[in-house]
């Protein structure tokens, strides 16, 4: 492993979101993987739902999935242009690992719908967390695909909807750090 887990805050303070576009070989391994994946299946989750799925979409299936993108794409917008046919092609194939985490909420539970939501935004973050103390480099994206029932259904999810897309791979370029708001904007600490 590349990164200190002798301090997790302090590894949690380091990751940074990766460009899928800049990820290169070699992404997780199977093994690698599979404890990325098991770190999302272990955040908080009230009534012990599992409010969440996750597809995996190998090297293999990238050409399908950029064909599901593009179908999908084309229904909801006929005329799109030569660019946007581009972004959606390179979509589907940026980085060596794509895992799409899918909200599933149960309908017919007491738990509110907002906190199972909740869950699959967290295993998000968990998975990311986990890629980078693998020693990898992440990124969550949504984006159009996201929204679109064609591409919940085409991935075997049409009772849910897509949390993100978690793109994982080794940094082609360093991940650059972004502004982020100064504590005293963003913390309070409540008094009576």
Known sequence: MLNDLSSPARLAATRRSGKPR?????GPDREQLGRILTAGMRVPDHGKLAPWRFVVIGPERRDAFAALLMRAYLTEKPDAG????????????????????????RADS???LWEQQLSSGAACMA?????????????????????????AEGLGHPEGRIAGFLFIGSPGKPPEERPRPAPEAIISYWKD
């Open 22 to 26: 800049d990820m290169a070989a070699p």
């Open 82 to 105: 030569r660019l946007e046919r581009e972004a959606v092609e390179q979509f589907a194939r940026q980085a060596p690992t794509l895992v799409v985490v899918f909200s599933t909420p």
């Open 110 to 112: 007491h738990i509110p």
């Open 127 to 151: 998975m990311l967390y986990a890629a980078h103390a693998e020693g990898f480099v992440a990124g969550w994206l949504t984006g159009w695909a996201a929204y679109s029932p064609m591409v």
